[in-house]
């Protein structure tokens, strides 16, 4: 979900790595590993995704001092093969056990043309994106997912059955930087809702059910047990499932309700699982052919015509990109709920910022 910043203030990426590793080393959290967590919950706001950056930083220190995450676990290998790995995040933070998961799907690639990486037993991951970008950055095709908790109800259901479950893919071009799609299956972001009720507005009668499983126009019905829809009805929940076969089944982890995201009950972990499906264009037909091949496609897309209205037509990531451009160029526009969280979060921590 992307959201407007507030106040027009802006924060330098440098600091507020800064502060986001102290926070996270503060809880226990490895050097390495909380570098790894900074990096990523900025780099996700300079991309304009604040749902995901540092607003989060405070909820995984909540969760670390509950003893729900093991804030110095270490990313476990349970079984492998030239082209496929199992591993295990073992009960510690998903942001850097996908990372080290995600190199090691690049490292298998770039051997041997493909690579897949499960994950079971991590928790929240932060934007899909992240990973699959990564990927393109190297020259690689990288798709990445995770399942979460329970937050969308099945088409034709009135419960919260299967999770909002991300997805996200990347290719690299070469005039272009990559392509960049990353989403949730949701048919909107629940900010969106927040913001609609705050307004007094109606929403779209295929955003939401309520409690009891009726179809409702009425946004405030999010604080009385709604339930989120799929995007495109069955299409989107086929979508959801897809990604718990990959995330869930196939790689041990928990299914539907037997993840417990934002874990904060010591002794168990979330068992959030995550797939990482890395392939390397130099296997089929070369690198600097995709490359180009990916730019032919970016220029068709964007020689659309525009609709009425629409100024002209954009690919996939071009936004985030001119986003993430910016904020390295002037600073990050954090909205005042990010600073918030990151001011609890160091708070929690007894770690004092500069700002």
């Known amino acids: 979900m992307s959201s407007q910043a507030s106040n027009g203030v802006k ?27 900074a990096d990523t ?11 995901h950056g540092v607003i989060r930083s405070a909820h995984y220190i909540d969760c670390i001092q509950a003893g729900g ?3 110095a676990a270490e990313l476990q290998i349970l079984d492998e093969s030239p082209c496929a790995i199992r591993t295990s995040a073992a009960g510690g933070l998903g942001i850097p056990a996908a990372i080290k998961a995600t190199d090691l799907a690049m490292e298998r690639a770039k051997q041997h043309g493909v690579a897949v990486v499960t994950m079971n037993h991590s928790d929240h991951y932060g934007a899909a994106g992240i ?11 990288g798709i990445s997912m995770s399942n979460t908790c329970p937050l969308v109800a099945p088409t034709g259901g009135a419960k919260a059955t299967i999770g909002n479950n991300p997805f996200s893919y990347a290719a690299p071009g070469s005039k272009y930087r990559a392509i960049l799609f990353d989403i949730c299956m949701s048919v909107v972001a629940t900010g969106k809702m927040i913001i609609a009720a705050a307004e007094g507005k109606k929403i779209p009668k ?22 989120s829809l799929p995007f495109s009805a069955h299409k989107g929940y086929g979508f959801a499932v897809m990604v718990e076969l990959l995330s869930a089944v196939l790689a041990g982890a928990g299914i539907t309700k037997d993840v417990h995201s934002w874990n904060k009950v ?21 690198l600097d052919e995709f490359k180009k091949r990916t730019d032919l496609l970016i220029d068709r897309l964007v020689a659309t015509p525009p609709a009425p209205g629409v100024d002209r037509v954009r690919y996939p990531g071009e ?30 921590t007894g770690v004092k910022l500069d700002f």
């Open 11 to 37: 924060f330098p990426v440098e600091l507020l790595n800064k502060s986001c590793k102290e926070i996270f080393t503060a809880i226990g959290v490895p050097a390495a590993d909380a570098e790894m967590i």
């Open 41 to 51: 919950l900025v780099l996700t706001d300079m991309r304009g995704v604040y749902s």
């Open 69 to 71: 995450i093991k804030p």
């Open 131 to 141: 990973y699959a970008m990564r990927c393109a950055d190297q020259g690689l095709f």
């Open 206 to 227: 295929d955003w939401i059910i309520d409690a009891n499983g009726n179809p409702t126009d009425d946004p405030t019905e999010i604080y009385r047990g709604a339930i």
């Open 266 to 286: 010591p002794g168990r972990d979330a068992n959030t699982g995550h797939c990482f499906i890395v392939i390397n264009p130099e296997f089929f037909g070369g």
């Open 319 to 348: 936004i985030e990109f001119e986003h993430e451009a910016e904020a390295l160029k002037f600073g990050v526009p954090l909205p005042q709920s990010s600073v918030d969280e990151l001011r609890r979060a160091a708070k929690l």
